[in-house]
Structure formats: structure tokens, C-alpha cells
């Protein structure tokens, strides 16, 4: 990618995330300041069409550097070990420019705030808070000890020294406490109590969101509290796909659950499979009905490039329960097989029905509420809470 004269790489970006709407005049002072090549690893991994390339500055400088200062996000960190083998796993990333851009919007800080961050990672998001707000004003929390030395590393570097912490992020960084702002740069599938309880009223709470089926989006919560302690409420303002908060991770072998066994029933369905998979609003909405269900595609049967077939896979490990449906482009009802107790084909249906009778609902309709005493999510207004609140299968 060539820049146009006089514009260095890294002004071609922000031009590009303030032309798109991500970075807003209040933090432009802070992401100039902040050079994003000294955070990014040597080596790196960058997305493609089929799973990642490695990509090391040593071999081809240009080529990383041009990462470095495009809109996409780059694993930093891999994990090794016997499932390494099986594929890559990525263990810590960069998060996508127009990703963190749009979240600290979405922070809403003004001057004298104190934010706690979750997920260190390079450092990046953590040196722009710092940038923006002071280092005393900053916390922020890693669980990788590797990935938080090398995150101190840079900031130190640059320096910038905000409170940095390496332990779970979901005990928050009680020491400091209470913040005006919390933001996870990690996916989770319930908000843990320590972030309710060490953001104070008033406050809010921006992170990714999502279930064992559909990760993800971004959750905005303000928080408020009375005599009967802090709660939160908020909306779904956006996507953000970002990597699980490890306690909630997921293995990335879907399929290792399902075994041998032959299926206990097989039929023909009604509902159309490719909800799950083309339409991202059906299948938020179907995710929060079929706790600790996930999904893959193609397995094992890859899909047939000339007529468009292929099939969907519904596995819920801890119930040793699958089910798979042939999807045929055109058809009027879909082959299908079931196993274990639960019934898979049934909930799928059911969920899709749900979500179609109440209009198709878009996902920024839909919010989560925390109180101490658990939380539920609802549609259009708290008030209006699922049916089925969803619980975490892990």
C-alpha cells in the first residue's frame, strides 16, 4: 500500500478511521502520540482468506510495517502444544484500529477520569488512555505474564507508565478502585461482579459480548447504584469479535465432541440453517437461547463449491449432544440428524421461531442487566426481559 505523498503511514490511518467515523476529534491528539510499530510484535500473524500467515519483520519489513498500519487485526501470540498442531491458536492480539478507536468513543471520558482496563495486550489501548487521560489515571490488567512484560516494555519505552497489573482480569484491579470507566478488550459471556463492583455510579462499562454460538458485539453499560448496591444496564451499540476472557474461552475443537455414536433420530426440519450462518442478528438472538451450543460448518463434509451445500453442525460438548443439517440452496425443508439428550434440532427451531415471531429483531435491540444478584438479557427495555434468560455452559 503506497501513501499519498507527504502522508506517513500512520496519518493515512487515522485519516481513514476519522473519514469511516471511528476516531473522534477528542482522541486524535492521543492516537498521534502514540506509534504503533514500537508495540507490535517482530513477529506476527495476519489474517487471511483461510487462517493466518506468519509475517516477521526480519524477513520482510516492508510487508510487516504495512500491516502494522492497516485496519485488520494481527495475533501477536500463538499457543503451542499438542491442539497447536491442529491448528493455529491465537493467544493475544492487536485489536483492529477502527475496533479500539470505536470503544474509547464509546468510553465517553472526559479529563479527571480513572478507567481500568482488561487485556493489556501490546499496550496500545492502554498507551492511548494514558496518552489521553495520564498515567495515575490508568489501569490496566493482563493475565499472560509474557504479553503484559512485553506490553511494560513498550509503554516505558514511550514514556508512559500507567498501572499495570498481571493477574484474571475478571477480578478487576481492586487496589485502585473505583473507576469512572471499565473497558475489556476481551469477549465475555457474563459481566463478571468485580467490574459492577469496582465501577462506580455513574460510570460505565464498554465490552465485547457474545455466547458460545456468536461472538460478538460491544455492550455499552452506565452503571447506578442504591442502598442495594451497584447494577448495570446497557445496550448492544455495535460487532466486535474480539478473543474470549480466558476463564470463558472456548476450544477451538468444536468438533471433538461429537464421536462415533449414530445419530438417535433423523429428519427432515422446516427452519432454515442458514440463519445461523449469513444472518448475524438471528443468530445473536438464537444464541441466547441455546446456552453452551456451538456451531461449525462443513464438518464433516466440506462444502460442495458448485451447488452451494454444505452443513451445519450444532454441538453442545457438555451435554454430549449434536445435531447436523444438510443445507440445500432453494429447499423447502432440510435433512437432518440428531444425538444426545438434548434435543438440538428442536431448540435451533424454537429459537429461530422465537426471534422470527418478534419481528426479526436487529441485535443493537437487544441489552444486557447486571445486579448483584445475576442478570438477564432483554429487548428494547429492561423490562423486557427474554424468556429464557441465558446461562453460561461454558
Known sequence: ????????????????????????????????????????????????????????????????????????????????????????????????????????????????????????????????????????????????????????????????????????GTLGAAELAPYDRLLSTCAVRSIPPAWLEQTRPGGRIVTPYGTTLYNGVLLDLAVTGDADGSAASGRVIGDAAFMWERGQGLSPRVMAAVGDEEPDSERTVDWDPRLLVDNPDAAFAAGLMLPGVRRSLGTPDAPDASTGTFTVWLVAADDRSWACVDCVPGAATYEAAAFGPRDLLHEAGAALAWWLEAGAPARTRFGVEVRPTGQYVWLDHPGKPLLAAPADHG
Open 1 to 168: 500500500m503506497t501513501e499519498p505523498e507527504g502522508m506517513s503511514a500512520a496519518e493515512r490511518l487515522a485519516g481513514e478511521l476519522i473519514r469511516d467515523g471511528y476516531l473522534v476529534p477528542d482522541w486524535l491528539a492521543a492516537w498521534r502520540s502514540v506509534d504503533r510499530e514500537a508495540y507490535i510484535p517482530a513477529r506476527v500473524w495476519v489474517p487471511e482468506h483461510d487462517g493466518y500467515r506468519r509475517l516477521d519483520r526480519g524477513d520482510d519489513p516492508r510487508r510487516w510495517r504495512e500491516s502494522v498500519y492497516t485496519d485488520i487485526h494481527l495475533v501477536t501470540q500463538v499457543a503451542e502444544g499438542p491442539e497447536a498442531a491442529w491448528a493455529l491458536q491465537p493467544t493475544s492480539s492487536a485489536s483492529m484500529p477502527r475496533m479500539v478507536a470505536g470503544m474509547l468513543a464509546a468510553l465517553q471520558v472526559r479529563p479527571g477520569h480513572r478507567v481500568l482496563e482488561i487485556g493489556t495486550g501490546v499496550g496500545i489501548t492502554a498507551a492511548l488512555l494514558a496518552a489521553r487521560l495520564g498515567d495515575g489515571a490508568v489501569a490496566s490488567v493482563e493475565l499472560d505474564p509474557h504479553v503484559a512484560a512485553g506490553a511494560r516494555a513498550a509503554l516505558e519505552s514511550a514514556g508512559l507508565r500507567p498501572h499495570l497489573y498481571v493477574g484474571d
